[in-house]
T-cell receptor, first 113, second 117 residues
Framework: AQSVTQPDIHITVSEGASLELRCNYS??????LFWYVQSPGQGLQLLLK??????LVQGIKGFEAEFKRSQSSFNLRKPSVHWSDAAEYFC???????????FGTGTSLTVIP | GAVVSQHPSWVICKSGTSVKIECRSL??????MFWYRQFPKQSLMLMAT?????????EQGVEKDKFLINHASLTLSTLTVTSAHPEDSSFYIC?????????????FGPGTRLTVL
């Protein structure tokens, strides 16, 4: 069965430190992969997406993610975290056919000054 | 990508009343839209798939008579929460499926926060 796992429910980092949020997926075919950010009370904002091609994807706000097929992973990274990055982050997988779209359970990021 | 709007952005209603939430695809003809519900501190849960001109497909455990979905045009889908109760209070988000070449992508609306007193 298709699924998305975000192993870390909550992560705390210091401002200026690097960040990596983990995402693992289970999907039978080549997936479409997404990372979204959600601030409290707000909707989803797309950070980046991977469909094909270069496995290192650059997104908005200085985020990047790397697709590793051998590890079924699509981890999100940022070299230097800003206080405004504190939010909930969701990894998602979409199918290139049909309507399937699966969200991970989310990782809550706290940034301490 | 598609631009998706929702109206209202928030609504407060009394228990027993019905509430209608609109989802519009502003620049894209959407044959398929999706409705999600998100409880506090939780992920998005798919409620139903809305198909233009046909009946919606509901996920297991979602009451179709309580959550009425109408997708009457290629740009508008509505979700009506009938006889709302406090446990229906949640954040409702709609999305539009991408077109040719981007079928696996969804574009999300800003969400509607429903509070039932």
């Amino acid at each position: 069965a298709q699924s998305v796992t975000q192993p870390d429910i909550h992560i705390t980092v210091s401002e200026g430190a690097s960040l990596e949020l983990r995402c693992n997926y289970s999907y039978g075919a080549t997936p479409y992969l997404f990372w979204y950010v959600q601030s409290p009370g707000q909707g989803l904002q797309l950070l980046l997406k991977y469909f094909s091609g270069d496995t290192l994807v650059q997104g908005i706000k200085g985020f990047e993610a790397e697709f590793k097929r051998s590890q079924s992973s699509f981890n999100l990274r940022k070299p230097s975290v800003h206080w405004s990055d504190a939010a909930e982050y969701f990894c998602a997988v979409g199918a290139n056919t049909g309507n399937q779209f699966y969200f991970g359970t989310g990782t809550s990021l706290t940034v301490i000054p | 990508g598609a631009v998706v709007s929702q109206h209202p952005s928030w609504v407060i209603c009394k228990s027993g009343t019905s509430v209608k939430i609109e989802c519009r695809s502003l620049d894209f003809q959407a044959t398929t839209m999706f409705w999600y519900r998100q409880f506090p501190k939780q992920s998005l849960m798919l409620m139903a798939t809305s198909n233009e001109g046909s009946k919606a497909t509901y996920e297991q455990g979602v009451e179709k008579d309580k959550f009425l979905i109408n997708h009457a045009s290629l740009t508008l889908s509505t979700l009506t929460v009938t006889s709302a109760h406090p446990e229906d209070s949640s954040f409702y988000i709609c999305s539009v499926r991408g077109g040719s070449g981007r079928v696996g992508e969804q574009f999300f609306g800003p969400g509607t926060r429903l509070t039932v007193l």
